[in-house]
């Protein structure tokens, strides 16, 4: 497991899950935790992967409200995704070209203080197979 991934794994644990809402807000997945003011969303919030191809290939922009006003950084499971940072408060959203085969978490955190402010998960969802009929007399079967 990268270091990535083990910190944010030890953030998603220490997160407490009852301050996260998720609702579904004009084709965007948005999370907030509504003691800190942050937003943090994501377009589009899934991808269904087509049948000849298995990963996923798409643009993804994640938009974020911050009312402390500070610097944040954008933490992501994503393995070509190193931390990013703002260099200001002033910027707001982030776009990304993405490959991915699994869901993607994104999550979003003070650049001073190091705590979670909010996080979404970007879900890729994998084609379904055609169904093969099948056939129910044994080929044998005269009948």
Known sequence: MSVLNQ????????????????????????????DLGAVLTISPEFCITSADKDACELTLELKWENK?????????????????????????????EISATDDIQFVMIDKETHQTLAGVKLKVIPAAEPKVRRRYRNPWSLF
């Open 7 to 34: 910190v944010l794994v030890t953030l998603f644990r220490l997160f407490p899950f009852g301050m996260l809402t998720l609702s579904l807000m004009s084709g965007f997945v948005v999370a907030a935790e509504e």
């Open 68 to 96: 402390l006003l500070r610097p944040i950084c954008i933490l992501s499971d994503y393995k070509e995704m190193a931390k990013w940072c703002a260099e200001s408060a002033d910027t707001h959203s982030l776009t990304l």
